[in-house]
């Protein structure tokens, strides 16, 4: 089948250390891509597959379907479970830190890899600010 073959290709090359971009990857790739499939969850578990490994084989259609779902997953639609200050999705730099503080301030001085997590989303939230000033930006 066309998976099994891609799966023969993808595995030989990891097998071999290379990364995803050699040649014969890359026809497996546009091999599985290229596939009609009974099963249109099939299709886009493909899709997200390479989107993740090699966005740059996607069409323009594709590429916008997944930034779309991506989107969706990221900043839920207003008026959800995910939606905090001012109706807005997400959380604004401040809650972000707000809720890192109050999860430490939470948590046992023993809980070393719940510590060492917080500690890794403050920075890279630290870093986010940095990278995209926070007029307006949500996290």
Wanted: aromatic fraction near 8%; charge should be neutral; include cysteine.
């Amino acid at each position: 089948s066309p998976l099994d073959a891609f799966n023969r290709a993808l595995d030989q090359a990891l097998d071999q250390k290379s990364p995803l971009q050699t040649e014969k990857v890359t026809a497996a790739f546009s091999r599985l891509m290229g596939q009609a499939w009974q099963d249109a969850r099939v299709q886009t578990l493909v899709l997200r597959f390479i989107a993740r490994a090699r966005p740059e084989l996607l069409k323009a259609a594709e590429l916008a379907q997944w930034q779309a779902w991506v989107q969706t997953c990221l900043y839920p639609a207003p008026n959800t479970q995910n939606t905090h200050q001012g109706g807005r999705p997400g959380l604004s730099f401040a809650e972000f830190f707000a809720a890192i503080d109050a999860l430490q301030a939470g948590s046992e001085p023993a809980a070393f890899a719940e510590q060492t997590l917080l500690a890794e989303l403050r920075a890279w939230g630290l870093n986010h600010a940095r990278l995209h000033p926070p007029e307006g930006r949500r996290v």
